[in-house]
Structure formats: structure tokens, C-alpha cells
């Protein structure tokens, strides 16, 4: 399984992007998608995630009400939309599969495929 990102760019406070991540190889029915973030010098945080099946979404407290998780099966395709983005927010974002329940959805150790990422840059 492959996945790959894009959507990524430069933006200004206030401003809205999307990020797709679409999946490719072997046929894919993941238990859960997500979006992780990773901040220069920081540590790779969860910021949402979908579940594959029954669409059941989760989002980190600092994204919750401006970021939005979605899914299309039929294009084997994840999106994050992101509304009112903040600087706080730039971070180069990442797209993951889990196949099965974790202990913590939330934590990256639960996901088992990855992208290669894509940067979000917001303006103050």
C-alpha cells in the first residue's frame, strides 16, 4: 500500500486548504485513516482520523471545529479540509492506514502505512 499527499502550500492566516491522500497497490480496507502533523523540532501529534468502514471521526482538541476528516472509498481517498488555519498550524502533515484496533488510535505506533507527507505553511 502506497499512500501519497498533496495540497500542501503556503497560506495566510485566516486562509482554508485541503489535503487529499490517496491510497494505491493491494486492495485497501484499513481500519482507520489519519492525519498526524510534525512541527520543526517537535514531535509528530494526531490530528484526525476517519474510520474506513463506518466513517466515525476524531479530531485533536487544537483542530476540533476547523478541521474536517473525510473519505471516498469509491477513489481510495482521504481528505483533511482546514478552515481558519493559524500559524500554530504549520507543520508538515501526514496521511496514515491503520489495519486493525490499536490500544490508542491516537498514537502514531497504531498506524502501520504512511506518505511521504506534505507542508502546510500559514503566514501570521
Known amino acids: 500500500v502506497q499512500l501519497v499527499e498533496s495540497g500542501g502550500g503556503l497560506v495566510q492566516t485566516g486562509d482554508s486548504l485541503r489535503l487529499s491522500c490517496v491510497a494505491s497497490g493491494r486492495t485497501f480496507n484499513p481500519y482507520r485513516l489519519a492525519w498526524f502533523r510534525q512541527a520543526p523540532g517537535k514531535e509528530r501529534e494526531f490530528a484526525a482520523s476517519?474510520?474506513?468502514?463506518?466513517?466515525?471521526?476524531s479530531y485533536a482538541d487544537s483542530v476540533k471545529g476547523r478541521f474536517t476528516i473525510s473519505r471516498d472509498g469509491a477513489k481510495n481517498t482521504v481528505y483533511l479540509q482546514m478552515n481558519s488555519l493559524k500559524p500554530e498550524d504549520t507543520a508538515v502533515y501526514y496521511c496514515?492506514?491503520?489495519?486493525?484496533?490499536?490500544?490508542?488510535?491516537?498514537?502514531?505506533?497504531?498506524?502501520?502505512?504512511w506518505g511521504q507527507g506534505t507542508q502546510v505553511t500559514v503566514s501570521s
Open positions: 496514515a492506514a491503520a489495519l486493525i484496533l490499536g490500544r490508542d488510535m491516537r498514537t502514531a505506533s497504531a498506524y502501520v502505512y
Open positions: 476517519i474510520g474506513w468502514n463506518g466513517g466515525i471521526t
